[in-house]
């Protein structure tokens, strides 16, 4: 089992601290909901950006609309019965990588 924990404040706070507004952003010829943004702030739980049928272009339209992405109620990942979720995750952080956005997210467990 591998365990990643960045430190960050709680996600719980930030989120609070965000005006309570959503936005769209346009992807291809579809339309991804952002539930929370402040700004260039975003902020998703895990289902929201995981556990939807997303692809790497959804991702990538993400990072480049927001500098700072949070990432709240990350699951306990177990392969293969998460397998999409984690390929998800994976493509999310890559997108996120190369686009030098800062994702701050709470303990992340896969095994």
């Not at 999409?84 to 992340?108: G, L, T, W």
Request: hydrophobic fraction near 40%.
């Amino acid at each position: 089992m591998y365990t990643l924990t960045m430190f960050s404040p709680p996600i719980e706070i930030k989120k609070h601290l965000l005006e309570a507004r959503s936005t769209t952003i346009d992807v291809l010829s579809r339309t991804l909901h952002v539930p929370w943004h402040k700004g260039r702030m975003a902020y998703f739980t895990f289902q929201q950006l995981c556990s939807e049928a997303l692809s790497s272009s959804d991702y990538r339209a993400v990072v480049a609309n927001f500098d700072t992405i949070l990432l709240d109620q990350i699951p306990a990942l177990r392969i293969p019965t998460d397998r999409n979720e984690v390929r998800r995750f994976i493509h999310f952080i890559d997108a996120a990588y190369e686009s030098k956005v800062i994702p701050e997210m709470n303990q992340i467990i896969i095994g």
